[in-house]
C-alpha cells in the first residue's frame, strides 16, 4: 500500500507520519496480505484524506456515485494497517444494529457487538457506508462516539471508550433520489473532502491495472470517452445519470469476454438513462472515439 502512495508521489513526510501510526499501534494492526481489489488515485485527496486522520478526525467523503467513496475508506485502512469494518445505512438502521444488542446463547443473555462496538474496542477503521440514508434520531447515538467524548454508551452496560487507532470514515451520496441531506449536528463531527471525479491519466492508470491485456491507446480512448462525458454532464446536455465509472468498467469486463465493443458500451453506459435524446448523444460520443469496426480482439491484446 505505502507502495503505492509512493507512486502518487504522496509527500514522503505524510508516508513517514502513517508509518509512525503503524508502529505506535502495533500490537492491534490488521496484517492480513490479502491484495485490494482497487487502488484509490488522486494524489491531493491522499493526502488530504491522511492529514485529517493522522489528526483524529473523522471523515466524511462526499461525492457523486463512483468517485471511489468507498475504494478510498478501504485504501485507508490498509495504509494505516487497521482492522475496517463497513456498516451500510439505511432508513431501518437503528441503534442496536450499528452498536450490538443483547442476544441469547447456550441460554444465558450476552451482548453481541456491532461494527461501531468493534472498532471502538480494536482500534479499526469503521466505514459508516451512505451515512445519510438513515434516520436523523436513529444517529444520535453516534454523537458521543463521534465527537470529544469517543464513548459509547450502552443502556445496562458500563461506558466504552473508543480506542485512541480508531478513526471514522463516512461515505455520502448525493444527486440522485432517495439521498438526503445530513443534518448539522452529524456534520460539524466529520471533516468533509469533496470527492472530485477521477482524471483522465488516473483512469488510463486505473484502466490498465484492472485490465492487464487492454492496449494502452485503447485505455487512452476509453478515459477519454468518460472525460467526453463528463464535459457533457459539466455543460448540462447529459444527466448525470450516465457519467457512471462502475458503467464503463462493466462494459470492459464484457468486451474483454468478447462481446463487441457497441453493445457492450450500450449495457454499460448508454441504457443508463432512458432518455432517447441522451441516448443519441452518448452513442455519438462513442462513434468519435471509438470506430464501428472496433473487435474485442483489437482492443486487448
Ligand atoms: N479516484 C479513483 N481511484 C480509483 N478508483 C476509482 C476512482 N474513482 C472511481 N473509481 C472506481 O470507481 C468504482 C466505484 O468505486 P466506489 O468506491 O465503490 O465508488 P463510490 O463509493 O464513490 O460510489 C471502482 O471500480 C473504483 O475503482
Ligand atoms: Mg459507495
Known sequence: MLEHL???????????????????????????QTSL???????????????????????????????GKNVLAENLARAFRRP?????????M???????????????????????????VDGGFCILDEINMARNEALAVLHSVLDFRRTIHIPGYDQIPVHPATRF?????????????L??????????????????????RLLLREFPGIKKQFAEQFSGLFSDIEKKCESG????????LRGLLDALRLIQNGLSPYPALDMGLTNKTFDAYEQTLIRD?????????TESTTIFS
Not at 84 to 92: A, E, K
Not at 183 to 204: G, H, K, W
Open 237 to 244: 446536455e447529459l444527466t448525470e445519470k450516465v457519467l457512471d
Open 37 to 67: 481489489r482497487y487502488l484509490y488515485y488522486g494524489k491531493e485527496i491522499w493526502e488530504a484524506a491522511v492529514h485529517a486522520l493522522l489528526c483524529g478526525e473523522n471523515l466524511l467523503l462526499a461525492g457523486s456515485k463512483a468517485t
Open 169 to 181: 470514515i463516512a461515505t455520502m451520496n448525493y444527486g440522485y433520489a432517495g439521498t438526503r441531506e
Open 84 to 92: 475496517c469494518y463497513n456498516l451500510s445505512f439505511h432508513i431501518n
Open 94 to 120: 437503528d441503534a442496536s444494529s450499528m452498536i450490538g444488542n443483547d442476544t441469547f446463547r447456550n441460554g444465558e443473555v450476552v451482548f453481541r457487538p456491532g461494527p461501531i462496538y468493534q472498532s471502538a
Open 183 to 204: 443534518n448539522e449536528a452529524l456534520a460539524s463531527r466529520f471533516v468533509i473532502l469533496q470527492m472530485p471525479s477521477i482524471t483522465q491519466d488516473n483512469l488510463t
Open 285 to 293: 460520443i462513442i462513434t468519435t472515439r471509438i470506430s464501428k469496426k
Open 6 to 32: 509512493k507512486k502518487e508521489q504522496i509527500n514522503p513526510s505524510i508516508i513517514e507520519e502513517i508509518k509512525k501510526y503503524r508502529q505506535k499501534y502495533a500490537d492491534t494492526a490488521d496484517t492480513s
